[in-house]
């Protein structure tokens, strides 16, 4: 079997391992993304609602710690959406992802400014369509992963997108070492996005119960919120989590559901969980790969390791030795 591992992004950009970081919201600060792009991998600021100045600040803190290239994750559903544009362009940033929207209005001036686009997508056709709209790469994230998510799995994803397009697809969700990075590679991908492994690192910012609730987890502890009055999310499972899951289905009961109230249960909870660690009302975004996450490790040994597994799964070199 041919595997192709690595694309030439990840050529450009020095990188040492096919392996990013997701976009996580709060939890992926300026430190976290300079540790992991310091280390050989491709580490990522999560910007979710900041305004232009949360975003500016992250990046400094970033550029303060590497002289790596990193990226910036940016939610197109913010409304302060130009003025985060306006910081990456100003900043230098190298790489953006992007979620929640189409990035196209945007791409001429960051392809301008010689920054990589690179957007979540949960379909095969929403794939296709950034292709036609010359987006550089597609991050093809299964329901598998923390955070919001799509309803198709990592497994039957990757592949369809991957013979979809033509430009590099990354693979994500449910991703947490060696075994599943290999397992991405074999089905065409040629690079992985790991999140909530990074999270349960010393260079990880999260609040101490929310690293212990990752570590705590068993295989079956996420649950998905929004299945019902939309915006689906995977979180560990807490009193907030179990509460409005039972909220949606005694709405969806009512003649006239009223999900605005559902979802007002969620606003401000994963800054509670991130920062403040709140274990009964915060959202602990995090993925299925939870149970599998047993310690505490450096960013660098945890991309070392998943790369050194999954080259000897494949059977190709690890020239990083």
Do not use: C
């Not at 694309?7 to 391992?17: A, P, V």
């Not at 993304?33 to 280390?39: C, G, M, V």
């Not at 302060?80 to 306006?86: A, G, Q």
């Amino acid at each position: 079997m041919t595997v192709k591992v690595g694309n030439e992004i990840f050529d450009k950009l020095g990188m040492k391992y096919p392996i990013v970081e997701g976009g996580m919201t709060w939890a992926g600060t300026g430190a976290l993304a300079a540790a992991i792009s310091e280390a050989g991998g491709l580490g990522f600021i999560g910007t979710g609602y900041w305004h232009g100045d949360d975003v500016r600040k992250e990046v400094r803190r970033a550029k303060a710690l590497t002289d790596k290239p990193f990226g910036v994750n940016v939610m197109l559903m913010s409304r302060h959406i130009r003025e985060v544009f306006d910081v990456i362009l100003e900043e230098g940033v190298k790489v953006v992802a992007t979620g929640a929207g189409d990035p196209s209005p945007f791409l001429d001036e960051l392809h301008a400014a010689g920054i990589v686009v690179m957007p979540v997508v949960p379909s095969v056709s929403l794939a296709k369509m950034m292709e036609r709209k010359g987006v550089d790469a597609v991050i093809a994230e299964g329901m598998e992963s923390g955070g919001h998510i799509g309803q198709m799995t990592t497994m039957a994803l990757v592949p369809q997108v991957v013979d979809a397009v033509n430009i590099p697809v990354i693979a994500a969700g449910g991703i947490a070492d060696g075994r599943g990075a290999a397992a991405a590679f074999a089905l065409g991908a040629s690079g992985v996005q790991m999140g909530t492994r990074f999270l349960a690192s010393p260079e990880s910012e999260v609040h101490e119960n929310f690293k212990k609730k990752i570590l705590k987890a068993r295989d079956i502890d996420t649950i998905v919120t929004g299945n019902i009055a939309g915006s689906r999310a995977r979180v560990l499972k807490n009193k907030m989590a179990k509460e409005y899951v039972k909220k949606e289905i005694e709405e969806a009961q009512k003649p006239a559901p009223d999900y605005e109230t559902v979802e007002k249960l969620e606003s401000g909870t994963l800054r509670a969980a991130v920062q403040q660690g709140d274990k009964d009302g915060g959202a602990f975004m995090a993925g299925q790969i939870s149970g599998m996450i047993k310690e505490e490790k450096p960013v660098a040994d945890i991309l070392a390791d998943t790369w050194a597994q999954a080259t000897d799964i494949l059977g190709i070199p690890n020239t990083t030795k």
